[in-house]
């Protein structure tokens, strides 16, 4: 596997060169193919912390096995780079998160991606249930998994149209403007890395917050895309659960911990022109972060996060990844996602 350039950018979906995280694509068999992802030593919105830079964002490495579910698709099941593709579900759990340490060069990934579950209707194959294995040297450092599928550029225009319609909306989305939390609440410095309200508590005792998609961020909006992309949607819940367990803690401050686990699953578009809230459950101490999305009342995804400290997970102890991508794996164990049947976009 080579390192030395990206793969086309258009293959994975980005728009801007350094952006795209993969480097070399080898097919080794019918359901598995092999990935090569060089992460930078400091991304200016995965790396962007308060917290010492002791490990890399996994939500990093998640966007690199992201990237590679394109490569799959359209290297390996001929999809057209027109057609566009839905996010159902997404998930990770870090195995060693010392694999994760940034070195005095960039980070070099090994990814394992395998086909674990065709998705097929009468025209087709039309979406993968893809499992990913990262491997830093000779170190396991995470697994992932993904749901997604694709359609034909018409099959897109129709489905949007349905969902805009239903809603009333029938021009050109414009994200909706808004105040942002302060950046040490959800564990950032910069405030343009901020993706969320300032929250307040609910009755429950819970956090909501509102998700603010600025489409002028390089990294969440690198190419226009008429809704709120899918890793934004992940990014708000995490910033909210954290703000949440900030605000509870009384004695060490969280905002800083390390993401381990994430289990999340996408059912509807989000639609950048309408308040999309994010609510955060009670925070439980040693339980992942529960949090989901709603639009007009209508639920859009919900995401479990696992947390641990900075210290905790220099010693490898991760005892919040126990419902991380393991709790992705029953998901969609029915007919699997189809065009038109209510997924999520991911582009």
């Known amino acids: 596997m080579q390192f030395a350039r990206t793969l086309p950018r258009e ?29 930078p030593r400091r991304h200016p919105f995965y790396d962007d912390t308060l917290a010492p830079r002791t490990h890399h964002d996994p939500f990093m490495l998640l ?7 394109f490569v799959v698709a359209h290297r390996c099941f001929a999809v057209p780079l027109g057609h566009r593709f ?47 294995t990262a491997v830093v040297g000779a170190r396991r450092a995470m697994t992932a998994r993904i749901d997604y599928s694709w359609m034909a550029p018409p099959d897109w225009t129709r489905l949007r149209a349905k969902q805009r319609g239903a809603y009333g909306l029938f021009k050109p989305p ?3 403007r808004g105040p942002r939390a302060e950046p040490a609440l959800v564990g950032r410095r910069d405030p343009a890395n901020v993706v969320v309200s300032p929250p307040h508590t609910t009755g429950d005792g819970g956090r909501a917050a509102r998700l603010v998609a600025g489409t002028s961020h390089p990294t969440m909006y690198d190419h226009w895309v008429d809704h709120v992309p ?8 995490r910033q909210l659960a954290l703000a949440a367990a900030t605000e509870d803690a009384t004695d060490t401050p969280t905002s800083t911990a390390l993401p381990v686990s994430l289990s ?18 009670v925070p439980v101490p040693g339980e992942d972060a529960e949090c989901s999305l709603l639009q007009l009342g209508t639920p859009v995804a919900e995401a479990r996060i696992g947390f641990a400290g900075r210290d905790t997970a220099e010693a490898g102890l991760v005892g919040a990844a126990g419902a991380g ?18 997924g999520r976009p991911l582009l």
Do not use: K, N, W, Y
Request: net charge neutral; hydrophobic share 50%; charged share 25%.
């Open 325 to 342: 991508a393991g709790a992705v794996a029953g998901a969609g164990e029915g007919a699997g996602p189809r065009a038109g049947t209510g």
């Open 264 to 281: 999340a699953r996408f059912r509807r578009f989000a639609e950048m022109d309408l308040p999309l809230l994010c609510l955060a459950a």
């Open 174 to 176: 414009a994200a909706l």
């Open 11 to 39: 293959l994975v979906h980005r728009a801007a060169i350094a952006e795209v995280f993969l480097t070399d694509a080898e097919r080794r068999s019918e359901d598995e193919v092999l990935l090569a992802a060089q992460l």
């Open 230 to 237: 899918g890793m934004l949607e992940l990014e708000a819940c």
């Open 86 to 132: 839905l996010l159902r579900t997404a998930g990770f759990e870090v195995l060693d998160p010392a694999a994760l340490t940034p070195g005095d060069t960039p980070t070099e990934a090994v990814i394992s991606a395998r086909v674990q579950r065709r998705f097929r209707c009468r025209s087709g194959t039309t979406g993968l249930r893809l499992a990913f």
């Open 63 to 69: 966007e690199a096995c992201r990237q590679g579910i």
